[in-house]
């Protein structure tokens, strides 16, 4: 499915990613973890084609076809979807209106018929439930004065509208209560298919208490420095980075000033 | 990753689907402007004494006047005597007395323009006056309107058959001394549309003129005049297009609506001249006046438009609130985009009591662009009570358009309150990665962008002309992501 080999990127001259191998298979569920400023957006964005990266050297390829000469819309076409950090607003236009206009380009791209307006809103009302958004932020303007877990949920029911390839999730669990974190957990696990490939990124062990990744990957300066099973994650939460010899979070953070991604 | 430069101008290239020229045999006036050239243009009309003499007046006044050059635009100077004034189809009657008698080259023009005329194919529930170069060539639905009482008809046909109307009405919004524009137009207007609701009628279909300016080296000076006796409600719409030529082309309306007591007028306009190439070559220049008179107690104008056209756009629909408690709306998109310049805003006179306006007004700039509002709200001594708010927003596409706001507010009376909120952006890369990476294309992302930014003001346009509206953004704008 998805392989990164020595990827190198940089932003606006400075290398935020060092070299990162990667191999996912197909119904695996990845986790990258580490502390701030380790490059675990800038990995998100640079898969999912954000202009504002360039990409130094290496190789990433999706089933065999080479992802980084794709533009960013066909990057998503070909099924990689990215699950904002921060998901921006676009005022004036309906969530409705935007989803579908999503998930239309989708279907004609995999040669389907398109969805009317009353099909596509079906549709949606059904999806929306699965992440215990009321359906009325449908005709919303897209984010617009949406809280922060409303987002979340939002960037969740998109990807399971748009039934990705790939989906990448962008610390998918910050700044979500416990109830909201479950509600966004279930629909990640609705997700999880055996065509599809998972690659969650997130700082925190709690997330992986609700979705069980196949793998865990800790990312420090711009480099995967240990991979291992679940258990990784468990000896993460109770021994901190430290024990790897990572640079503690105070550093880090500092470090990551320059990180426009994060 | 972005598309290519050649894409973009390729997409440019078929930016303007109305700029076909249509051919057909024409009387056309030599260029050049005197008394003589205005007392032809009034005898080839068959007008009455009253209506030459006014021109004549309002030629001699217009020789005082100088340009006005306060506007934020720029052009080369107009050699007045190098514009023909009168081009017009040629025909064998005076007047077509039906659709059949109209050349059949003229209902194709305006068939492929989305407008048919023919009975069988008529918009429902839209009647149409077609106004071709200098001349009106038809108006449909004139005989359901008639039963209605509502006169319906071109500005010719008026002047001939509804003197005691026009004799009053005409100028009275807008004098010939108003502005240099305006002056010109009063003096040298060939034809333009005119609509009396009488007393207590609700106008029962949309009425609609539909501005095609075909010949070269001309100017078109419609002059439209529109009545609401008291106690009615009419809804009307403008469309305007144009052939692409390098040679840029005036165009110099005037506009007068009148709304007596509980009178409503919705004015609607959806502006698509031809916006020259990219670069900057051709197009209209566009100095145009609309102002309406709400004279009666309780009445309302609204002013809606969508400008999307013009090389040159010098344009501010306005209202005089004289009644008590009368209602002035604007809301406005103006979309620039290459080398187009718009100065457009309106002014609220607030001069009855009680008086309300309503100002919304979306700027948005692409290319080289530049967009301006310019807007006049006023509060006359005797406006007690009177209240505005104004909204100017403006969004930028790309780095190298400009957008300027300049709000004038004189009050002379101190109950009055006037709220105004102005807000500048960007269609920013944030917004457009999360819509590409979405799957949606990069034009597509834009054209939704824009659409959300104007939909209060979409909302207030007639179902057909929003959903027309949303259309002429999306080709307006094609091109412009870089």
């Known amino acids: 499915m998805l392989s990164i080999k020595n990827l190198h990127a940089s932003v606006e001259g400075n290398e935020i990613l060092k070299g990162i191998n990667l191999e996912i298979k197909a119904g695996e569920v990845h986790a990258i973890m580490g502390p701030n400023g380790s490059g675990k957006s800038t990995l998100s964005q640079v898969l999912a084609g954000n202009d504002a990266f360039e990409v130094t050297s290496g190789e990433v390829t999706l089933n065999g076809e080479n992802l980084l000469e794709k533009a960013t819309e066909d990057r998503a076409r070909d099924g990689v979807f ?167 979070e105070a550093t880090a953070a500092s470090s990551a000033l320059s990180n426009s991604a994060n | ?11 440019i290239k078929r930016d303007y689907e109305h700029g076909f020229v249509t051919e057909i045999e024409t009387e056309t006036f030599e260029p050049g402007l005197n008394e003589d050239v205005i007392a032809r243009l009034s005898a080839i009309k068959k007008e009455p004494e009253y209506m030459l003499e006014w021109r004549l007046k309002a030629y001699r006044r217009w020789l005082e006047m100088t340009e006005p050059d306060w506007a934020h635009v720029g052009y080369p100077k107009i050699d007045y005597n190098a514009i023909s004034y009168y081009s017009a189809p040629k025909r064998k009657e005076d007047m077509p007395q039906s659709l059949d008698e109209v050349d059949p080259e003229l209902l194709r023009t305006y068939e492929k323009l989305g407008i048919p005329l023919h009975e069988r194919e008529q918009l429902a529930g839209v009647a149409v006056d077609a106004v071709f170069d200098s001349v009106s060539v038809a108006t449909t639905f004139k005989e359901p309107l008639a039963k209605a009482g509502v006169i319906f008809c071109s500005i010719s046909e008026a002047i001939r058959d509804y003197p005691e109307l026009v004799e009053k009405y005409l100028g009275s919004v807008v004098p010939y001394s108003d502005n240099y524009f305006a002056g010109l137009n009063s003096a040298v207007f060939s034809d333009g549309t005119f609509v009396y609701v009488p007393k207590g009628v609700r106008c029962p279909m949309e009425l609609s003129t539909y501005f095609r300016i075909n010949a070269a080296n001309t100017g078109q000076f419609e002059r439209t005049l529109i009545i609401a006796d008291e106690g009615s409600h009419v809804s009307y719409l403008e469309g305007c297009t144009a052939p692409m030529r390098d040679e840029n082309q005036l165009h110099a309306a005037v506009v007068e609506l009148v709304a007596l007591d509980d009178a409503e007028i919705k004015y609607s306009t959806v502006q698509n001249w031809y916006p020259g190439d990219e670069n900057g070559k051709g197009g209209i220049y566009n100095f145009v006046t609309k102002r309406a008179a709400c004279i009666g107690n309780n009445s309302k104008v609204s002013w809606t438009q969508v400008e999307t056209g013009s090389a040159v756009t010098w344009k501010y629909p306005s209202c005089i609130l004289r009644g008590d408690n009368s209602v002035g709306e604007f809301y406005s998109v103006a979309l620039t985009h290459n080398y187009q310049q718009a100065d457009t805003g309106t ?81 920013s890369d944030e917004q457009m990665f999360l819509c590409r ?32 509206a949303g259309k002429l953004l999306e080709v307006s704008l094609e091109g412009s992501v870089g």
């Open chain 1, 82 to 248: 990215l699950a904002f950090q921060y998901p921006v607003e676009i005022p004036g236009v309906s969530n409705m209106q935007f989803m579908r206009t999503a998930v239309n380009t989708m279907r004609h791209h995999n040669g389907e018929s398109e969805m009317n307006a009353a099909e596509f809103m079906k549709h949606a009302r059904e999806v929306s439930k699965q992440v215990d958004l009321d359906p009325a932020f449908l005709k919303r303007g897209v984010n617009e004065g949406f809280s922060g877990g409303e987002k979340k949920r939002n960037e969740i029911m998109q990807a399971l509208l748009l039934q990705p390839k790939l989906a990448i999730l962008d610390e998918t669990d910050s700044g979500l209560d416990i109830d909201a974190l479950k509600v966004v957990s279930d629909g990640v696990n609705a997700l999880r298919s055996e065509d599809r490939s998972i690659l969650m990124v997130t700082h925190y062990q709690r997330l992986l208490d609700h979705i069980v990744p196949d793998y865990v990957h800790v990312l420090s300066d711009g480099k995967i420095v240990k991979s291992g099973g679940p258990e990784l994650a468990l000896e993460l939460e109770e021994r901190g980075y430290a024990w790897l010899g990572i640079k503690d």
């Open chain 2, 347 to 427: 002014k609220m006179i607030h001069l009855g009591k009680n008086t309300s306006s309503t100002i919304i007004s979306k700027g948005i700039s692409a290319g080289r662009s530049s967009n301006v509002y310019r807007g006049l709200v006023k509060f006359g001594p005797r406006a007690e009570g009177a209240r505005n708010f104004t909204q100017c927003d403006s969004l930028l596409i790309g780095d190298r358009c400009g957008a300027h706001t300049f709000p004038y507010i004189e009050s002379l009376n101190k109950s009055a309150i006037v709220e105004h909120e102005a807000t500048t952006s960007k269609v």
């Open chain 2, 1 to 11: 990753m972005a598309t290519t430069d050649q894409e973009v101008n390729e997409l």
């Open chain 2, 437 to 468: 990476q979405r799957g949606i294309d990069p034009e597509q992302a834009v054209s939704m962008i824009v659409n959300g930014f104007c939909k209060e003001v979409f909302k207030e346009l007639p179902m057909e002309f929003a959903v027309e």
